[in-house]
């Protein structure tokens, strides 16, 4: 079964626009995390935001923050006021647990389109 | 500079012929892993390792062998590459395993083509 799931192959918006991408996951622990990367078109994996399981907060970085809604184990990214440099790969990633699973589980990512 | 060094870069090379991608990072940290990476399909795990002579399979590690001789270093081999091996391969290195408020730490990448 798919652990994490970004519905959103492509995404096209409006430069200084706002944008949310989506991402959902899969998890019985009750520790666990999310993170989300970004992957320019020279194809290096640049950390962008983290929100742990027990975060009462969203977690904010910037123009980045995460939309992190636990009953519905969602948690969208919002890039605010979008930049033509936005424009990438957008990967959201689980960690499970504490112990055990050693990795994150990636989904399978959103291209962001980023238009003039 | 804190980081993880892939090399090479971009590698073509033909059917069954062993090839070995270097993963070295100057962070002292104890967990490193490889990923590949496909369209569609995301990221996917090949091996980790939590320390030195540690060295455990992920999700896809048909095909890859891996060393950990020292803690800097993680070598990913290919003994005999087959197409369907063609990939974007990423080393990532974490204080801990696993991986905590940081993520991962990655390497540029190495885009593998095998004809």
């Known amino acids: 079964a798919q652990k994490i799931t970004q519905t959103q192959p492509g995404m096209f918006v409006q430069e200084k626009e706002a944008v949310t991408l989506d991402c959902t996951y899969d998890?019985?622990?009750?520790?666990?995390?999310l993170f989300w990367y970004k992957q320019p078109s020279s194809g290096e994996m640049i950390f962008l935001i983290y929100?742990?399981?027990?975060?009462?907060q969203n977690a904010t970085e910037g123009r980045y923050s995460l939309n992190f809604q636990k009953a519905r184990k969602s948690a969208n990214l919002v890039i605010s006021a979008s930049q033509l440099g936005d424009s990438a790969m957008y990967f959201c990633?689980?960690?499970?647990?504490?112990?055990?699973?050693?990795?994150?589980?990636f989904g399978q990512g959103t291209r962001l389109t980023i238009n003039p | 500079e804190a980081q993880v060094t892939q090399n090479p870069r971009y590698l073509i090379t033909v059917t069954g012929k062993k090839l070995t991608v270097t993963c070295s990072q100057n962070?002292?940290?104890?967990?490193m892993s490889w990923y590949r990476q496909d369209p569609g399909l995301g990221l996917r795990q090949i091996y980790y390792?939590?320390?030195?002579?540690?060295?455990d399979k992920g999700d896809v590690p048909e095909g890859y062998k891996v060393s950990r001789k020292e803690k800097r270093n993680f070598p990913l081999i290919l003994e005999s590459p087959s197409p369907n091996q063609t990939s974007l391969y990423f080393c990532?290195?974490?204080?801990?395993?696993?991986?905590?408020?940081?993520?991962?730490?990655f390497g540029s990448g190495t885009r593998l083509t095998v004809v």
């Open positions: 929100q742990g399981s027990y975060d009462e």
């Open positions: 990532a290195s974490s204080p801990t395993p696993p991986p905590t408020h940081y993520g991962y730490t």
């Open positions: 962070m002292n940290h104890e967990y």
């Open positions: 390792s939590m320390n030195v002579e540690v060295t």
């Open positions: 998890t019985s622990d009750q520790s666990y995390g």
């Open positions: 990633a689980m960690r499970e647990g504490l112990k055990g699973a050693q990795k994150l589980v």
